[in-house]
Structure formats: C-alpha cells, structure tokens
C-alpha cells in the first residue's frame, strides 16, 4: 500500500497502474498508427467498442494491434439506453471474460451528451453482476455520489462532448467535485484537445484522464500521444505539489529592500 | 470466423461459450454476433 503512495501509482478495480493516461482506438487512420501512438502514449489502459461481425466479409482481427499487456476496457458506445448498454456489456464480457466495463449511455445524437439516468439504471444493474463499472457522465456532482453509492469503483465526468477538443468547459465544477468527493477515483473523459486541456484536468484533481480523438485526429498521432503522456504527468506533480495562491494585485520575487536605486 | 473474443446472443440473451455447440435455435430467433471495433 505505502509503495503505491509513495510512487503515486494509479489503482483502480484491484489493478495497480503507472500510467493515468487511458487511450482509445477509435478514428485513426491505420492500426499501424494506432499502435504507435498507443506506443508513445504510455497508457496501460486502452477502451474498445463492440460491433456487429459483417458476415459477408473478411474483417482482420483489430484486437490483435493492442498491446497484450493492457487493460482492455469494453465500452459501450452506440447504445441509447440502459437495456442496450446492459447488454453490450454483458457480450463484452463473455467475449473478453473481463468484468471490466466503461458505460456509456448517450442521450442525443448530435451532441453525444450521456443520459445520466439512464446510466445510472445500467450502472445498478450491472455493479450488481459484478461488473467493474466505469460510468461517462456528465460533470455533475450529484449524479457521482449516486454512482459511487451503487457501487462504482470510479466516476467519469465530460470535460466537454466526445471529440469536441474544447477541454475542460466547467473547471470550477471538476474542481468541486474532487474537494466534495475527496476519496473518490475521478477520471476526465471526453472533451480534452491538446495536451493543456489533459493537464488542467489533472491540476483540478482528475486521478487519470480518458481521452480518444485528441490523439487520433491530431495531424501526427505518435507525437501527440508523446505530449500527452508528459501533460497528464506534468498536471498531476503540479497538482500534489500544491498550487502557489492566485492574487488580484502583483507581489514581488526580488527583495525591495538593498535595491539599486 | 474466429471464435476467440467474439460473443453471441439469441433473441437478446447472451449464449455463453460453452453452450454454442449444444444450443437450439429456431428460424424466427434473432441473433447477434459481436466483436470489438475501434472507438473511444
């Protein structure tokens, strides 16, 4: 327990991580890039959705680009509802026999904002079969407790809507949830752009961050996974370093006192 | 088709892996094939 705190290493449904970076392997270009930036990105968590297998074709097997020593974490894009997310979740875990699970239950479709009560009935449901819940919601402190009261390890509020690249839109939000749920695992997911965005998240108090298309729509993925990578390291020693106090008026850092004058 | 990390359900439910060989399906049921894709 103490190697895990003085390392700041990340633990989360009884595994422990070094990387709070968590990737996903969707809009790239090729498996190629894919798995170089996957690579770069140090991550040791990698989400995948689940699909139809076309049976009029051959579909090459994409699982096998993954790193096998990563977590992989099912998700449930694409569903609506909580039945359909119920589901797919359990599909997922007879076919990765993972009881690992990021529940996704979307409300519209053009603005791919959650149903949060409808993530919270899948959430019930599925944190009483023993699944290993992750929920994506959106960043509303009241939605996490109940989460966390039904039974899941970790919260997963927005920074903004799935690959918008806004960053985070309601830091004072993010920031209160942490100091209200002081013990609670918080992972950022959706919304980050740029490597500022990753560390931000991280500086407000985000114990890991998930994030897809600011790496695989960057114009050099393996670059951006690279920057990302130090962003999310960089915000979380600022964060357990403690800020300097913010101050309306100037306050000098060279003694007044013995200046030339 | 492989049959490692692919999972199937029949009208909604899913079929564990040991049960595919001895299942009995009908013409009127509906079936579901997964596997994962890329996504976020």
């Known amino acids: 327990m103490t190697e895990i705190i003085k390392n700041d290493l990340f633990e989360l449904g009884g595994k422990v991580f070094n990387s709070r970076l968590i990737i996903g392997t969707g809009k790239y270009r090729s498996f190629e890039e894919m798995q170089n930036a996957h690579k770069a990105s140090g991550a040791e968590m990698v989400t995948v959705a689940v699909n139809r297998v076309p049976l009029d074709r051959k579909v090459e097997s994409f699982l096998d680009y993954l790193d096998p020593d990563m977590q992989i974490l099912p998700n449930t894009a694409g569903c609506y509802d909580a039945e359909h997310a119920i589901r797919t979740a359990r599909l997922a875990r007879e076919a990765l026999e993972t009881d690992w699970i990021k529940l996704e239950v979307i409300g519209d479709q053009t603005t791919l904002l959650p149903d949060n009560e409808q993530t919270l009935e899948a959430a019930k449901v599925l944190t009483e079969e023993g699944f290993i819940v992750l929920p994506y919601f959106s960043d509303d402190l009241i939605m996490a407790k109940k989460l966390l009261d039904i039974g899941c390890p970790a919260v997963m509020p927005l920074a903004a809507p799935i690959g918008s690249g806004l960053g985070v839109q309601n830091p004072a939000n993010l920031k209160i949830m942490r100091e209200q749920l002081p013990d609670a695992i918080i992972i950022v997911d959706a919304g980050v752009g740029v490597p500022s965005d990753a560390a931000i998240a991280m500086e407000l108090g985000a114990d890991a961050i998930l994030m897809n298309t600011a790496i695989a729509e960057s114009a050099n993925a393996e670059q951006m996974a690279h920057a990302m990578k130090f962003a999310v390291r960089a915000g979380r020693l600022g964060f357990r370093a403690g800020r300097m106090p913010k101050r309306l008026y100037a306050s000098a850092s060279s003694p007044i006192e013995g200046a030339i004058k | ?40």
């Open chain 2, 1 to 40: 088709m492989p049959t490692e990390r692919v999972a199937i359900e029949v009208n909604k439910m899913v079929i564990r892996k040991k049960d595919w060989t001895t299942i009995n399906i009908k013409d009127s049921d509906q079936i579901e094939i997964i596997h994962f894709v890329g996504g976020g």
